[in-house]
Each structure stands twice: as structure tokens, then as C-alpha cells.
């Protein structure tokens, strides 16, 4: 499915019908109110989507595929290089935002060699120059090192809730990295270079991410989901679901429980990435020949856990399937402490020392923790990873299609496999949250066939899996149980509940 990115004229390209009208008002809204903070007119504007996970939880940056789609919210950046740099060497980014009490307004001229973030700093610009600095690295790449980048002036607006599980940093950082290339002249942009742009630029604010949220943001499509493969290399190909009676659709249900990975990333993000490697690397040692080092690849410390099952399983004619599940024996076999490794006993397994395990695997983003739990992290991998395929295949073998007199039971076994990834996430991986949990519960009691969280977790957002026609009840169940009981906004309310369904990636709309 790659392609370049597409540049629209028309906004219904972009959205559905149901959600024209008040993208409408929003964009030209944003014009206008470019115009009369910059006292001239926008050229452009990029958009970038948020997404939700439907299945394949924390197991992206351990390069296993996961089941992502495209929603409407969104990230929409109106640009015009119609400004002159200030200093010579420099170019001028100003950028404000239609929210400056949150996002006040920021002007830089930044020197043609460097475009520095400080990630320490929790600053709402850094993930537009997070995409500033990887698209001009592609730049050089096309045009070479003295290439000077254009002036910009950009007034963002966002749909995306922050913190809120469903991608926010990834659709600004794509929507920045989109709105820099076209400001500098580039008209094919390939979607697989916008996607890895995103990736790698997200990972100078600070977090170890894998590669999902990026490559849902820019290739998603409407009316399907997407699989995205990690390895060999990022690749994307849509995922229908087949007609259901009653039908599905998707709910995505707030927790209003912030998870700031930008605070809590060394705790809980960073931590689990640090587990992951760690565990790829005691099962290579332990259980591949002596001398078999583990692969370098694309996970975000140079290693994966699927780089130590390439390795384990070359040559084998097993499938996928016999082959996760053979994996997950050994692992339980193999990683038998419940209570977590030290840092020491990893290094000891591994063979290597502790200086060495710390600056491969502790050194590009601090970790705390004294116990590094690698056999549940291993088996919550193993079994997500199992369960994608499971639920693939449910939707794809046509061997499993369902039938009029059995899609309740279908529809439900769908829902049982997000109801099995919530439970290994909130036992295994440990990153539900109590809230969670809750509203976890409240849907399924009331008719959703699946629930559970979706994104980092440790609060956020979940998706469930609900018959069109049971909507209305589910709301109902959870502002009665859930909201009501707690203080949140009128404002915030509005987004609580929101009924998707797959939409389009990103877009350029070219003004004039
Ligand atoms: P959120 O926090 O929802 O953006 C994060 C990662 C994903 C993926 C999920 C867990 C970033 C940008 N994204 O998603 O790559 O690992 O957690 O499946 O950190
Ligand atoms: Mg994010």
C-alpha cells in the first residue's frame, strides 16, 4: 500500500460525510484565524490522523505486527514560508497554535546544521521539531548537506487528545514532518519515508517508540484497518471485517486518567522497551548456539525479541502460530523467575558485563527499577503476537467466515481474543490502570463483545468491540458508573465516547 501521500482539493477526500460539516468549520476557521495572526494567507495545510489500536498491544517496538486504524481526529497545520529569516544562517520557524492558553505561541531562527530539541523540557514545539529535524535530514539526504531549508510559518489546530492513548505525538510529529517537506519544495512524498521520518523523529522527544502509531497515522485508509509489519521492513496492508449482523463498530471510551509518557516514560515506556531487550537477549543466549549473536535491527535498541525468534526458528518450515506457541513454552521454561532479574543476573545470563548490559540497554534513556521482569514481558510478546494472527484469521480465513446463524458467536470471538489481550496487559505487562479495568468491566456487563485498553496504557483510552445496536446502552452503562462519578468537564465530555471507524491517513491540502 505505499504511494505517495496524497494532496487533496476537496475535503470530503478526507472525511466522511457524517464528519463534514464540522471539519468545515474548523478549517476555515484555521485559515481565517492564520491570516489574522500572520496577516497573510496559508499555502497549504497538512493533516495528519490519530489512531486506535484494535489489537497487537506493545508488541509494535518488538517488530510483531499489530492492528491499528486511522480515526478523525486529527492534527491540521496551515503553512506559509512567506517569512524572511532574521539572522544570517538561520531560517524562522513561527508557530502558534488555535489553543495559545495551552500551546503559547513560539518564534525560532534555528542555524541551517542543527535543529536542537531538549527533550527534558516538556515544551508542546518539540514535536513539531521533532518532524522539523527528520524531514530535513531526508532532505540532505535528497539534496545534500548545505541545503538550506525554507522559512515557515504554521498555525496548528488538534483533535487528538493528549495523553489520551490515541496518538496525539504521532499525528503532530507526521503532520510536522509532512508540512516541512512540502515547505520545501517536495511534491511525491512517499508514505513509507513520511512513516519512518515519523518514527525515528518521534524518538528525539524522548520516547522509546515503536513503529504503529506512526504508520497507522499516515497510511490509514478509510473503511479498513491496517496490519503493520515491523520485519523485515515497515509495510502496511488494509484489513477489512466482513459483514456482521448485528454489525460492528468500534468505541473509544476515555479514561480521563493522563498517562504523560514525557514524566512517566523512564518509569513505565522506556522500561518495558529495556525489558523486551533484555529478554531477547537471555533467550538468544540461553537458547541459540553458542556464537549466534542476536541480530541488529529496527526495534528501538538496535535488538527485538522477533530478532531472537528469526534467529531460533531459521530454516524452519513451522508456522507462524506453531511457532509463537513453541516460544512461549520455552520462554516459560527458560526466563523461570517470577520475581524479575537484576541487572547483574541479566548481565551474568547474557555474558556479558554489567557495564556493557548498561550501556547497550540502559544508556539512551534512563531506566529505573531493581527487578527487570523479562519472563512476563517475553510471554505477554509471545501470546499478543498470537493473538493478531488468531484474530486475522478469524477475519480473513474463509474457512471462519461467519454465517447468519452464527455471527453473534463470531462477532463474540472476535471480542474474546481484545478481552484476553486486556487481561495480559493488565497482569502480565502491567500497564493497565485501575480505571481501566473498570470501564473494561462496565462495557462488556453491558454489551461489548471485547474491551480493554488501547495505546502506552497506564490510563488513557480503550477500544471495545460493540454491536452497532448496543451503543446507545453502553454509553448509557458508563456515564452512569463511570463519568458520572467523577469531575470532568463539560468540555472534556463531549470526547469521552466516540464511535469510529476506519478513516484516511495523511493528506496535503493545497491552497489556490
Ligand atoms: P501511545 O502512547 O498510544 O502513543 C505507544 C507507542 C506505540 C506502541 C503503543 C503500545 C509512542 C509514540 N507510541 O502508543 O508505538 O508501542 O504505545 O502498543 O510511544
Ligand atoms: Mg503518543
Known amino acids: 500500500m505505499s504511494g505517495p501521500v496524497p494532496s487533496v482539493t476537496a475535503l470530503h477526500d478526507i472525511y466522511t460525510t457524517q464528519a463534514l460539516a464540522d471539519q468545515g468549520v474548523r478549517w476555515n476557521s484555521l485559515l481565517e484565524k492564520f491570516q489574522a495572526h500572520y496577516g497573510s494567507p496559508a499555502q497549504f495545510v497538512a493533516r495528519s490522523p490519530g489512531r486506535v489500536n484494535i489489537i497487537g498491544e506493545h508488541i509494535d517496538y518488538s517488530l510483531y505486527?499489530?492492528?491499528?486504524?486511522?480515526?478523525?481526529?486529527d492534527v491540521i497545520i496551515a503553512v506559509s514560508t512567506d517569512v524572511a529569516p532574521a539572522v544570517d544562517g538561520t531560517y524562522k520557524i513561527k508557530i502558534a497554535n488555535v489553543d495559545q492558553q495551552r500551546f503559547p505561541t513560539r518564534e525560532f531562527d534555528i542555524p541551517y546544521s542543527e535543529v536542537e530539541i531538549d527533550a527534558t523540557k516538556h515544551e508542546w514545539t518539540n514535536y513539531f521539531k521533532s518532524g522539523l529535524r527528520g524531514a530535513l535530514e531526508l532532505l540532505r539526504k535528497k539534496h545534500g548537506a548545505d541545503f538550506k531549508p525554507s522559512s515557515m510559518q504554521v498555525l496548528m489546530d488538534g483533535t487528538v487528545p493528549a495523553g489520551g492513548?490515541?496518538?496525539?505525538?504521532?499525528?503532530?510529529?507526521?503532520?510536522?514532518?509532512?508540512?516541512?517537506?512540502?515547505?520545501?519544495?517536495?511534491?511525491?512524498?512517499?508514505?513509507?519515508?513520511?512513516?519512518?521520518?515519523?518514527?525515528?523523529?518521534?524518538?528525539?522527544?524522548?520516547v522509546n517508540s515503536g513503529g504503529m502509531d506512526q504508520s497507522a497515522s499516515v497510511f490509514g485508509e478509510r473503511g479498513s484497518a491496517l496490519l503493520v509489519s515491523f520485519a523485515p521492513s515497515l509495510s502496511a496492508r488494509p484489513v477489512f471485517f466482513p459483514k456482521t449482523n448485528p454489525e460492528l463498530c468500534f468505541m473509544?471510551?476515555?479514561?480521563?486518567?493522563?498517562?504523560?509518557?514525557?514524566?512517566?516514560?523512564?518509569?513505565?515506556?522506556?522500561?518495558?522497551?529495556?525489558?523486551?531487550?533484555?529478554a531477547a537477549a537471555v533467550l538468544n543466549a540461553k537458547l541459540c548456539?553458542?556464537?549466534?549473536?542476536?541480530?541488529?535491527?529496527?526495534?528501538?535498541?538496535?535488538?527485538?525479541?522477533?530478532?531472537?525468534?528469526d534467529n531460533y526458528f531459521k530454516g524452519t518450515q513451522k508456522s507462524m502460530s506453531e511457532q509463537l506457541e513453541e516460544l512461549i513454552e520455552l520462554t516459560k521454561r527458560t526466563l523461570t523467575q517470577e520475581q524479575g532479574y537484576t541487572v547483574?543476573?541479566?548481565?551474568?545470563?547474557?555474558g556479558i558485563s554489567v557495564d556493557d548490559l548498561k550501556a547497550r540497554f540502559m544508556s539512551s534513556f534512563p531506566v529505573r527499577g531493581e527487578y527487570f521482569k523479562l519472563r512476563q514481558r517475553a510471554l505477554h510478546v509471545f501470546t499478543e503476537a498470537l493473538r493478531v494472527i488468531r484474530f486475522l484469521t478469524l477475519l480473513e480465513d474463509p474457512a471462519q467466515a461467519p454465517s447468519s446463524d452464527n455471527t453473534v458467536e463470531y462477532n463474540q470471538r472476535l471480542g474474546d481474543l481484545l478481552n484476553e489481550t486486556q487481561d495480559s496487559c493488565r497482569d502480565v505487562y502491567e500497564c493497565?490502570?485501575?480505571?481501566?479495568?473498570?470501564?473494561?468491566?462496565?462495557?462488556?456487563?453491558?454489551?461489548?463483545?471485547?474491551?480493554?485498553?488501547?495505546?502506552?496504557?497506564?490510563?488513557?483510552?480503550?477500544?471495545?468491540?460493540?454491536?452497532?445496536?448496543?451503543?446507545?446502552?453502553?454509553?448509557?452503562?458508563?456515564i452512569e458508573k463511570y463519568y458520572s462519578k467523577r469531575q470532568i468537564a463539560e468540555k472534556d465530555m463531549e470526547g469521552a465516547i466516540v464511535v469510529s471507524r476506519p478513516m484516511n491517513g495523511s493528506a496535503v491540502f493545497k491552497l489556490n
Open 252 to 278: 473509544i471510551v476515555q479514561s480521563f486518567v493522563t498517562s504523560n509518557k514525557q514524566v512517566t516514560g523512564p518509569i513505565h515506556y522506556n522500561l518495558r522497551v529495556v525489558e523486551v531487550s533484555m
Open 432 to 478: 493497565s490502570a485501575p480505571e481501566i479495568d473498570e470501564i473494561c468491566q462496565i462495557a462488556r456487563d453491558a454489551g461489548s463483545y471485547g474491551s480493554r485498553l488501547t495505546g502506552a496504557g497506564w490510563g488513557g483510552c480503550s477500544v471495545h468491540l460493540v454491536p452497532a445496536d448496543g451503543v446507545d446502552q453502553i454509553k448509557a452503562a458508563l
Open 344 to 350: 547483574e543476573e541479566v548481565a551474568s545470563h547474557i
Open 165 to 206: 492513548g490515541l496518538s496525539s505525538s504521532a499525528a503532530f510529529v507526521s503532520a510536522s514532518a509532512l508540512a516541512v517537506m512540502v515547505a520545501n519544495g517536495e511534491s511525491d512524498i512517499d508514505k513509507k519515508d513520511l512513516t519512518e521520518v515519523a518514527i525515528v523523529s518521534e524518538r528525539a522527544v524522548g
Open 65 to 73: 505486527p499489530c492492528l491499528p486504524m486511522a480515526i478523525t481526529p
Open 289 to 309: 548456539p553458542a556464537g549466534t549473536e542476536l541480530p541488529k535491527d529496527a526495534g528501538p535498541l538496535g535488538v527485538s525479541i522477533h530478532g531472537f525468534h
